[in-house]
């Protein structure tokens, strides 16, 4: 159960994150994760001198790293509040 309710954070933290890089756009919802990664490279693209290669890997370890720290978050409070 615990690591059900991590997934559940996970998605949803990366849900929050699409919504924030897609807020206001005029685009359908089933297009918001890849907009909101197109909206995360251009970002780091843009303020940083970095080659474009490197912006997408580093983009793509962004989106794992907000996967994985919303995983953990939910195992943490699943844990806490099961005490």
């Known amino acids: 159960m ?3 309710v991590g997934i559940i954070f996970s998605v949803i933290g990366l849900g929050i994150l699409s919504a924030f890089f897609n807020w206001g756009s005029n685009i359908p919802v089933m297009q918001w994760p890849v907009e ?3 909206g995360l ?3 780091i693209g843009w303020l940083s ?4 290669v490197l912006v997408y890997i580093l ?3 962004i989106v794992i790293l907000v996967a994985v720290a919303c995983y953990k978050l939910g195992m943490w409070v ?3 509040l099961v005490r």
């Not at 001198?49 to 474009?52: T, V």
């Open 78 to 80: 699943y844990r806490q």
């Open 41 to 43: 490279v251009f970002t």
């Open 36 to 38: 909101a990664y197109y």
């Open 59 to 61: 983009a793509t370890l």
């Open 2 to 4: 615990q690591k059900l």
């Open 49 to 52: 001198p970095f080659p474009d």
